[in-house]
Nanobody, 120 residues
Framework: VQLQASGGGLVQAGGSLRLSCTAS????????MGWYRQAPGMQRELVAT???????KYADSVKGRFTISRDNTKNTVYLQMNNLKAEDTAVYYC???????????????WGRGTQVTVSS
């Protein structure tokens, strides 16, 4: 069972990027999914989360610019990032509460980060 993130890159300020993260393996249940980020010298911070029924939560710094969504048929969560700013530069990590087959209860998994760099 693992999470695989993709979609990072270099973009100019005001531009857009879309991150994807897919849970794979023998999974019987996917609950909350989310995105976090960590800038150099900073603590990891919440960007956005989405529940299995689509309830969302955002950090104040990204409200109105970022949109989190998910495709439950693909066990995938997305982060559409618009009007990017230099301060959005960070490594972005996805996480998800997954229940592998044969396990009683969900486990929180983290994907490897994907770098987002916004040039000003």
């Amino acid at each position: 069972v693992q999470l695989q993130a993709s979609g990072g890159g270099l973009v100019q300020a005001g531009g857009s990027l879309r991150l994807s993260c897919t849970a794979s393996g023998d999974i019987i249940r996917v609950d909350d999914m989310g995105w976090y980020r960590q800038a150099p010298g900073m603590q990891r911070e919440l960007v956005a989360t989405i529940s299995s029924i689509g309830s969302t939560k955002y950090a104040d710094s990204v409200k109105g610019r970022f949109t989190i969504s998910r495709d439950n048929t693909k066990n995938t969560v997305y982060l559409q990032m618009n009007n990017l700013k230099a301060e959005d530069t960070a490594v972005y990590y996805c996480d998800a509460d997954l229940t592998p087959r044969g396990v009683d209860g969900s486990i929180n998994y983290w994907g490897r980060g994907t770098q987002v760099t916004v040039s000003s």
